[in-house]
Nanobody, 127 residues
């Protein structure tokens, strides 16, 4: 079965850190661009970050720039989202998504028609 599985979410205090993982099952991620998205209750889904196949190009939403870092380990078939200096407004369900693209620079990652989506992992930032 081809799927993406997110993990690493949880409850953290403001200012804290979490690292989310996005692991692929049934296919290899090295041919795929990966996007991270989040959706808070009552809000639309928001693009958070993107990384291209090689990891040489990354992009971030303004709301997380300087606090979040996306990376990938193709040998482990996993993409990570390191989240530091978390704020209550970062509370959401976080999803990863994969699309098979070559020579892509994440310019419009928020609007792509992704091939696979994970089930999401809850991140709650609260004291």
């Amino acid at each position: 079965q081809l799927q993406l599985v997110e993990s690493g979410g949880g409850l953290v205090q403001p200012g804290g850190s979490l690292r989310l993982s996005c692991a692929a099952s049934g296919f290899t991620l090295d041919s795929y661009v990966i996007g991270w998205f989040r959706q808070a209750p009552g809000k639309e889904r928001e693009g958070v970050s993107c990384i291209n196949r090689s990891g040489g190009t990354t992009r971030y939403a303004d709301s997380v720039k300087g606090r979040f870092t996306i990376s990938r380990d193709n040998a482990k078939n996993t993409v990570y989202l390191q989240m530091n200096a978390l704020k209550p407004e970062d509370t959401a369900v976080y999803y990863c998504a994969a699309i098979r693209r070559a020579s892509y620079y994440c310019s419009d990652y928020q609007t792509l028609d992704y091939d696979y989506w994970g089930q999401g992992t809850q991140v709650t930032v609260s004291s």
